[in-house]
T-cell receptor, first 115, second 113 residues
Framework: DAGVTQSPTHLIKTRGQQVTLRCSPK?????VSWYQQALGQGPQFIFQ???????QRGNFPDRFSGHQFPNYSSELNVNALLLGDSALYLC??????????????FGPGTRLTVL | DQQVKQNSPSLSVQEGRISILNCDYT??????FLWYKKYPAEGPTFLIS?????DKNEDGRFTVFLNKSAKHLSLHIVPSQPGDSAVYFC????????????FGEGTQLTVNP
């Protein structure tokens, strides 16, 4: 049973560029959430996708956007990269949405470095 | 506004002793709390959780205590093992919020042989 997978593992970009990160949820899961973990901090919620729609959003600018595909996989896009976007980006999957305490499973993350 | 705080960035204990990791929260709407463990180069792994209607939940060597009036929870690991060395994150959520987690900053636990 494959867990949550993310690609790429590492990425280096320059300021102003755009980046796309990818996530495949754990088998049987239909909800994908994205988190940003800056160095020395805990993960911060970016947004969540369910049924191919953004259902919730954290305190992140519109430069951060996403998409969920019919097979439940998801992409995170960041435009006009800033140095402060350097972080570990984590994808988490779970089943269901409302009133859900179903355990979220996290992928290994994508390490993004902006130079 | 840091709604979940872990005030100890690091903790060092001897193998076989008890590890106690602490977490405080400010948002009284949170009604479900979780602990995750993270090893380097891996994503956080779920460890144990507790609903706000309980004050204790136990799973093997791991016990989580919740004090709602103090808005405080703690994770006890007994006995501690070197393999428990990792970063531990406390997280909180509101069950109707669709599993959106708010994390603390994490505590690096080191268990010395």
């Amino acid at each position: 049973d494959a867990g949550v997978t993310q690609s790429p593992t590492h990425l280096i970009k320059t300021r102003g560029q755009q980046v796309t990160l990818r996530c495949s949820p754990k088998s049987g899961h239909d909800t994908v959430s994205w988190y940003q973990q800056a160095l020395g901090q805990g993960p911060q919620f970016i947004f969540q996708y369910y049924e191919e729609e953004e259902r919730q959003r954290g305190n992140f600018p519109d430069r951060f956007s996403g998409h969920q595909f019919p097979n439940y996989s998801s992409e995170l896009n960041v435009n006009a990269l800033l140095l402060g976007d350097s972080a570990l980006y984590l994808c988490a999957s779970s089943f269901g949405l409302a009133d859900s305490t179903d355990t979220q499973y996290f992928g290994p993350g994508t390490r993004l470095t902006v130079l | 506004d840091q709604q979940v705080k872990q005030n100890s960035p690091s903790l060092s204990v001897q193998e076989g002793r008890i590890s106690i990791l602490n977490c405080d929260y400010t948002n009284s709407m949170f009604d479900y709390f979780l602990w995750y463990k993270k090893y380097p180069a891996e994503g956080p792994t779920f460890l144990i959780s507790i609903s706000s209607i309980k004050d204790k939940n136990e799973d093997g060597r791991f016990t989580v205590f919740l004090n709602k009036s103090a808005k405080h929870l703690s994770l006890h690991i007994v006995p501690s093992q070197p393999g428990d060395s990792a970063v531990y994150f406390c997280a909180a959520m509101k069950k109707t919020s669709g599993s959106r987690l708010t994390f603390g900053e994490g505590t690096q636990l080191t268990v010395n042989p």
